[in-house]
């Protein structure tokens, strides 16, 4: 990742955002939402991902995550997104789209055509319960506050529902590590 903002307690999870360009509305889709799921769970199932909150909106996403080499998982995980997403976008014909990613692309990045995410993930340790619930409850409300729903647990594509029910979520290991 080249950012100033580095995963440097390792033994702690972390709070992070990854953020389409110019904050474009990619995450308008169910499809391009699971994608971005699935990318998680394959994280968490190939990479020991521990995935402790997390929330899709339109133009971004927020996780608390730990888990062994999480800056290089991050990375993989923005890098494997990022193909299986233009490829979406394409067979959903939001050329429109494509061409902002096109247009926003750093031009150093002369390997790719298109630019789907802002680079660094902005990484805050997770250093004591009290955070770790601060932090919950900011991504679990972001939906809410943005108008998008009535209450954490209705938005889809949030682990606000499995937090409010007590279930064993499908993406989350221990909370506390």
Known sequence: MRSRYRIQELDHAHFVTGTVVEWLPIFTSSACCDLLVQSFEFCRDQKR??????????????????????????????????????????????????????????????????????????????LSDEMMLQKLEYLHNNPVKRGMVSAPESWRYSSAHEWATGAVPVMRCDPWR
């Open 49 to 126: 991902l521990q995935i402790h909150g997390w929330v899709i909106l339109d133009s971004h996403f927020h996780a608390i995550l730990s888990g062994p080499r999480l800056a290089e998982t991050l990375r993989d995980l923005k890098r494997f997104t990022s193909r299986s997403l233009i490829d979406k976008i394409r067979d959903e014909g939001r050329d429109w789209l494509l061409n902002q990613l096109a247009f926003y692309r750093a031009k150093y990045k002369d390997h790719s055509v298109h630019q789907v995410w802002q680079e660094g993930a902005h990484p805050e340790a997770i």
